[in-house]
């Protein structure tokens, strides 16, 4: 049987009630104690929605100048070529790689 008991948020630092229903439902899905009030788990969850997760909040991208190996047009690379490879302009690239598919 559980009864209701007082935890300390480590988040904001205010107590709040652990009521004896929310410490069943807990029991029975294997969670822990929460360790944080239900607006610091809500301000928490909200935040790490606005992430921008896998990487797409980086601003722009930089591009290099660079010149195509096969037509020789100027064309910009997100990368910095290094002069042992060829680079190639988005039309020959696509075209070098349709000819190995």
């Given amino acids: 049987m559980f009864t209701e008991k007082q935890?300390?948020?480590?988040?904001?630092?205010?107590?709040f009630a652990f009521t004896a229903e929310e410490q069943e439902f807990f029991h029975s899905k294997?969670?822990?104690d929460p360790r944080k009030c239900k607006p610091c788990r809500q301000a928490a969850k909200q935040a790490r929605r606005g992430g921008g997760g896998g990487g797409y909040d980086r601003g722009p991208?930089?591009?290099f100048d660079a010149v195509c190996a096969?037509?020789?047009?100027?064309?910009?690379?997100?990368?910095q070529p290094s002069g042992a490879k060829p680079v190639y302009c988005r039309?020959?690239?696509q075209n070098q790689q349709s000819s190995y598919y």
Avoid at 7 to 15: A, E, F, L, Q, T
Avoid at 70 to 79: A, I, K, L, M, N
């Fill in 70 to 79: 096969s037509c020789g047009v100027d064309t910009q690379v997100p990368f």
């Fill in 61 to 63: 991208r930089q591009l």
């Fill in 30 to 32: 294997g969670f822990q």
């Fill in 91 to 93: 039309e020959c690239f």
């Fill in 7 to 15: 935890i300390n948020c480590v988040s904001c630092g205010n107590d």
